[in-house]
């Protein structure tokens, strides 16, 4: 196995988060900006701690103001409103991340909804998937932006090449297929109800992952030299007993000796999704305040 076919998106997302704290800097010496980023959690879901904490972490690196506010799990669907209301209005906020999942009780949609789309880093308002889905400027989900960065990165011009994105959700599958719309690909949204699905990803040039499913793309259902960018992130059994290791949606180890470039799980897409959401604050925070966003 050539080192060269595996997509270093830690390394990618290292260098994206130095040019957010340079354009960050530049904010606060030229206009005395701080953009300002607050995430919401409601209970203790481990994952959500865990990404809430690095989120944190990175953005005080990048020179940002990390808010946020951490409710119990019996909050109700009125008080979270309510704080998103509170965020809505202070100038201080850029953005707001709701992590998701949310308990039982309240509806995520409606907490989408209340947030102002012009804050909504995550790009999961209404509004923000419609200017998405027209061709217009708006916020732009994370995790389908890292993973257009690597393919961009890695294959320069997009034009022409067929896309095949195996996963319909709205966080990635949706939004990813309109992104490489706009990048001029040719794009097949599948899915596990697909007939015949291994021959639908054995037709692409660029395969996108994103189904939740360990491992469910095998090796040979990759095009020879295809790319391959593995959005699954699902913690299995290790090969120690009493040991858990993670995998990603494909089958790395079998998958390499077919494609021209893919993503490991961890140290792909997954670094690439609080990139993107230190990125997107700093794009809110810049046309919040009139200001050109330059280098990112």
């Known amino acids: 196995m050539s080192d060269n076919r595996i997509i270093d998106g830690k390394a990618f997302a290292a260098g994206l988060r130095e040019r957010v704290a340079v354009e960050t800097d530049r904010l606060k010496a030229d206009h005395g900006i701080v953009p300002g980023l607050a995430a919401v959690l409601v209970g203790e879901d481990p ?45 201080a906020v850029n953005g707001i991340l709701v992590q998701l999942p949310l308990p039982s ?10 947030i102002d789309p012009a804050k909504d880093v995550d790009g999961f308002h209404l509004r923000n998937a419609g200017l998405l889905a027209t061709g217009r400027d708006g916020m732009v989900p994370c995790t389908p932006l890292g993973c257009r960065m690597l393919l961009e990165d890695r294959l320069g011009d997009l034009t022409g090449l067929n896309a095949v994105i195996v996963g319909r959700s709205n966080i990635v599958g ?3 297929a309109q992104l490489l719309l706009d990048a001029n690909c040719t794009v097949t949204v599948a899915h596990s109800r697909t007939d015949d699905l291994p021959e639908v990803c054995r037709e692409a040039d660029i395969l996108v992952v994103a189904v939740g499913r360990p491992q469910m ?3 040979d259902w990759i095009k020879p030299g295809g790319t391959v960018i593995d959005v699954g992130i699902n913690r299995v059994p290790g090969r120690e007993e009493g040991k858990t290791r993670l995998v990603g949606d494909v089958d790395f180890e079998a998958a390499v000796e077919y494609a021209g470039g893919i993503t490991p799980v961890p140290g792909g897409v997954g670094p690439m999704t609080i990139a ?10 810049c ?4 200001v050109e966003v330059l280098g990112i």
Do not use: F, H
């Open 47 to 91: 994952a959500s701690q865990v990404y809430v904490r690095n989120k944190n972490r990175q953005m005080v690196e990048a020179g940002m103001l990390s808010l946020g506010e951490t409710l119990p799990e019996d909050t109700t669907q009125a008080d979270l409103l309510a704080v998103i209301d509170k965020l809505n209005a202070d100038p």
């Open 105 to 114: 009780q309240i509806d995520p949609n409606s907490v989408i909804d209340a």
């Open 174 to 176: 949706k939004p990813m």
């Open 217 to 219: 793309i095998k090796g």
């Open 276 to 285: 993107c959401l230190l990125r997107n604050t700093l794009v809110a925070a």
């Open 287 to 290: 046309r919040q305040n009139g």
